[in-house]
């Protein structure tokens, strides 16, 4: 959890792999647009940052975070990636709704990192407010697609 100590932005390059050699897809969803426009802003910067070029992020979107699961399984088949970031947010509502869906989208992208050689890094805010998800998604926390970038781009290295 992103307290004040912790911005989830912030990366020691030094001790980051340089991801130049690398393929990464980035799966967005787009309920929530305006929290995971900002994650996928704070994922590709943090890409390029750390050498990706432009032509080796792809971006597919999907409805929302449900859909992250068979999003990332096509990135993974059909686009030859060396990783996958999942981007959504799911804020707490009124029904249990947020307790399906933050469940199943953990438990299936947990199962294609057990299927697959592919790495899928869990880039899915589940907040109890907006102003949470703002906060995480380049608000005074920083940004967590950032932090999902190094960690796809430590795990593409692991799975070489």
Known sequence: MATANKNLSEYDKSTIPNAKDFRF????????SEITEGLFDGAYKALIDCGASESNIIRSNVPGSFELTFGSKKMITAEKVDAVIAIGSVIQGETKHFDFVC??????????????DTPVIFC????????????????????????A????????????
Do not use: C, F, P
């Not at 949470?132 to 697609?145: E, L, M, P, T, V």
């Not at 970038?149 to 070489?160: E, G, P, R, S, T």
């Open 25 to 32: 897809g980035i799966v967005v969803s787009e309920w929530n």
């Open 103 to 116: 469940s199943a989208t953990a438990q299936g992208i947990k199962d294609l990192n057990v299927l697959y």
């Open 124 to 147: 899915v805010l589940t907040d109890n407010n907006l102003q949470q998800a703002i906060d995480r998604s380049g608000g005074k926390h920083g940004n967590k697609g950032a932090e």
């Open 149 to 160: 970038a190094i960690a796809a781009i430590k795990m593409a290295d692991l799975a070489k």
